[in-house]
Antibody, heavy 115, light 107 residues
Framework: QVQLVQSGAEVKKPGASVKVSCKAS????????ISWVRQAPGRGLEWMGW????????NYVQSLQGRVILTTDTSTNTAYMELRSLTFDDTAVYFC?????????WGQGTLVTVS | DIQMTQSPSTLSASVGDRVTITCRAS??????LAWYQQKPGKAPKLLIY???TLESGVPSRFSGSGSGTEFTLAISSLQPDDFATYYC?????????FGQGTKVEIK
């Protein structure tokens, strides 16, 4: 069965960076992309960007351009999301999700607290 | 970026009611629209994709319709398990945007 397992919760100081991992299993990693979505406490879903599992092409939401970097490691079927120059507003649960046109499977979420 | 506007933000309804949620896109998205259900502390769950295609395992009381820039999610007879927050999302071209969400509450 398709599974996306994310790394554990993080606490960071303002100005620091965070890197969250997302290990995929149960499907052919290179046949799908991975989207990253975040959700601040009590708020809605915000799409951050997408990376191709095939060739690493990326597309980022304009508001995070220059601060977010998405990468993959096809040898371990793992996707990574790095967010730099953290502010208090970046406190959120970060989700990875399998994305082939629509998003169908989601990771369990990783809480990143900036404090 | 394409903007997605959902209405209403909150909806109070009773078990057995028919409810509808509307999602408007700032430009045509050619039917590339999905709907998700999210419960507190959980990841979203895909309900419908390509405007009206029901994801496997999703009850048939959920349905989607629309075209161009206006789309609707309908629940024909609200069940206790359906009280949750619902989001629309476009996947037109290489970007995605979610609507701001509609919370369906018990009346």
């Amino acid at each position: 069965q398709v599974q996306l397992v994310q790394s554990g919760a993080e606490v960071k100081k303002p100005g620091a960076s965070v890197k969250v991992s997302c290990k995929a299993s149960g499907y052919t990693f290179m046949s799908y992309g991975i989207s990253w979505v975040r959700q601040a406490p009590g708020r809605g879903l915000e799409w951050m960007g997408w990376i191709s599992g095939y060739n690493g092409n990326t597309n980022y939401v304009q508001s995070l351009q220059g601060r977010v970097i998405l990468t993959t490691d096809t040898s371990t079927n793992t996707a990574y999301m790095e967010l730099r120059s953290l502010t208090f507003d970046d406190t959120a649960v970060y989700f990875c999700a399998r994305d082939y046109y629509n998003i169908d499977y989601w990771g369990q979420g990783t809480l990143v607290t900036v404090s | 970026d394409i903007q997605m506007t959902q209405s209403p933000s909150t909806l109070s309804a009773s078990v057995g009611d028919r409810v509808t949620i509307t999602c408007r896109a700032s430009q045509s998205i050619s039917g590339w629209l999905a709907w998700y259900q999210q419960k507190p502390g959980k990841a979203p769950k895909l309900l419908i994709y390509k405007t009206s295609t029901l994801e496997s395992g999703v009850p048939s009381r959920f349905s989607g319709s629309g075209s161009g820039t206006e789309f609707t999610l309908a629940i024909s007879s609200l069940q206790p398990d359906d009280f949750a927050t619902y989001y629309c999302q476009h996947y037109y071209s290489s970007s995605r945007t979610f609507g701001q969400g509609t919370k369906v509450e018990i009346k």
